[in-house]
């Protein structure tokens, strides 16, 4: 039990009480240096010091050594542009945690001007060490410079950048399974993303996966010698209209023996249900491919699909950074995760087939 009635216990105290060194209370109590001495040590000095209710001076310790031990997490007030997840944020703070630091939420205001003058207030206010970004759509233009302008280290979670970020590397995705339907024997292949429509597209906005994905199907077509056949639509289009939609500009147009979605369910729901309605079948009559964010069912199909790797993208995130912050702030290079494939059953090889309605 505490003591709450001690006052001053000094690391001497403590060190005299367990039979160690003053260094080696230290460096049990106030480090991420634990780790070196026996777990009985480390359970005697951190028992001995909570009964004699001895507190971290952590703002001596921050002028001691310029590091405050606090991470902001910066997210965007829309909470589907962040890259937030009851998992993520755990393994934030596990990780964090482990290191020895504190992690705070903070969201980014709006307009540039107002993110201007209350961004370094928070900062300073909050005494930062660091910055975590997990916006990841609809980044500012301005945001980046804005960030490297206040010398704080910082690491982009989910979004991709010349360096200091973590994401996955959707383009290789969309690639390799692109040519694994061609090595099946496909060559209709149809790649349909209905996240973002042509006409209302702000490409520097959009998640680098819209673009990425894309063109990894695109090269990997064009290196076949298969024409690419993308469809997305030229306006937005409510959810309950994109089933005619995908049967009029898909399988009546382009008649494809596989598709490949940007996601379900948005693209990936109303591509299977007008394939269902239109009396054909998955994978018998038409293959389906698409970017889940875990492994996915529809009935009796789970769908083949790419998923977020299962590495531990917070806990990489934090590392980064966490060295970030002891190197002096140096640039690191880009982490690129690859995604883990669920092979599923809406996959069917044509090498012994014709493809449905060719030669």
């Given at each position: 039990?505490?003591?709450?009635?001690?006052?001053?216990?000094?690391?001497?105290?403590?060190?005299?009480?367990?039979?160690?060194?003053?260094?080696?209370?230290?460096?049990?109590?106030?480090?991420?240096?634990?780790?070196?001495?026996?777990?009985?040590?480390?359970?005697?000095?951190?028992?001995?010091?909570?009964?004699?209710?001895?507190?971290?001076n952590?703002?001596?310790?921050?002028?001691?050594?310029?590091?405050?031990?606090?991470?902001?997490?910066?997210?965007s007030?829309?909470?589907?542009?962040?890259?937030?997840?009851?998992?993520?944020?755990?393994?934030?703070?596990?990780?964090?945690?482990?290191?020895?630091?504190?992690?705070?939420?903070?969201?980014?205001?709006?307009?540039?001007?107002?993110?201007?003058?209350?961004?370094?207030?928070?900062?300073?206010?909050?005494?930062?060490?660091g910055?975590?970004?997990?916006?990841t759509?609809?980044?500012p233009d301005?945001?980046?410079?804005?960030?490297?302008?206040?010398n704080?280290?910082?690491?982009?979670?989910?979004?991709k950048?010349e360096?200091?970020?973590?994401?996955?590397?959707?383009?290789?995705?969309?690639?390799?399974?692109?040519?694994?339907?061609?090595?099946g024997?496909?060559?209709?292949?149809?790649?349909?993303?209905?996240?973002?429509?042509?006409?209302?597209?702000?490409?520097?906005?959009?998640?680098?996966?819209?673009?990425?994905?894309?063109?990894?199907?695109?090269?990997?077509?064009?290196?076949?010698?298969?024409?690419?056949?993308?469809?997305?639509?030229?306006?937005?289009?409510?959810?309950?209209?994109?089933?005619?939609?995908?049967t009029?500009?898909?399988?009546?147009?382009?008649?494809?023996?596989?598709?490949?979605?940007?996601?379900?369910?948005?693209?990936?729901?109303?591509?299977?249900?007008?394939?269902?309605?239109?009396?054909?079948k998955?994978?018998?009559?038409?293959?389906?491919?698409?970017?889940?964010?875990?492994?996915?069912?529809e009935?009796?199909?789970i769908?083949?699909?790419?998923?977020?790797?299962?590495?531990?993208?917070?806990?990489?995130a934090?590392?980064l950074?966490?060295?970030?912050?002891?190197?002096?702030?140096?640039?690191?290079?880009?982490?690129?995760?690859?995604?883990?494939?669920?092979?599923?059953?809406?996959?069917?090889e044509?090498?012994?087939?014709?493809?449905?309605?060719?030669?």
């Amino acid at each position: 039990m505490i003591n709450m009635m001690a006052k001053n216990v000094t690391l001497k105290e403590i060190a005299k009480a367990c039979g160690v060194t003053p260094q080696t209370a230290s460096r049990i109590l106030n480090s991420t240096q634990g780790h070196l001495y026996r777990k009985e040590t480390r359970e005697l000095v951190s028992e001995t010091a909570q009964r004699m209710g001895y507190r971290l001076n952590t703002s001596a310790q921050a002028m001691r050594n310029g590091k405050h031990k606090c991470i902001s997490l910066l997210g965007s007030s829309v909470h589907w542009n962040s890259f937030f997840s009851g998992e993520l944020l755990l393994s934030f703070q596990k990780t964090l945690s482990a290191l020895n630091y504190n992690i705070i939420i903070n969201v980014l205001p709006g307009e540039e001007a107002r993110a201007g003058e209350e961004l370094p207030r928070i900062f300073r206010e909050n005494s930062v060490d660091g910055v975590l970004v997990g916006i990841t759509h609809i980044i500012p233009d301005w945001l980046e410079a804005m960030i490297n302008n206040m010398n704080v280290p910082v690491v982009w979670v989910g979004s991709k950048h010349e360096k200091d970020c973590v994401h996955h590397d959707d383009f290789d995705a969309a690639y390799r399974i692109t040519r694994r339907l061609l090595l099946g024997n496909h060559r209709r292949i149809a790649y349909v993303d209905y996240a973002i429509p042509l006409e209302e597209a702000n490409l520097k906005s959009a998640h680098f996966s819209v673009l990425d994905r894309m063109n990894g199907y695109r090269k990997a077509m064009e290196e076949a010698g298969a024409e690419p056949r993308v469809v997305r639509t030229r306006k937005k289009i409510p959810l309950d209209e994109r089933v005619a939609y995908t049967t009029d500009k898909l399988l009546k147009n382009l008649k494809p023996t596989a598709v490949i979605t940007y996601d379900m369910p948005f693209t990936g729901t109303p591509v299977l249900y007008s394939i269902y309605r239109n009396g054909l079948k998955v994978p018998d009559d038409i293959s389906l491919v698409s970017f889940t964010p875990y492994e996915w069912m529809e009935n009796d199909l789970i769908i083949s699909s790419y998923i977020p790797s299962r590495l531990n993208v917070g806990e990489i995130a934090a590392r980064l950074l966490y060295d970030k912050i002891n190197n002096g702030g140096q640039p690191a290079k880009p982490v690129v995760l690859p995604f883990d494939f669920i092979e599923g059953n809406t996959v069917r090889e044509l090498r012994h087939l014709k493809e449905r309605g060719g030669k």
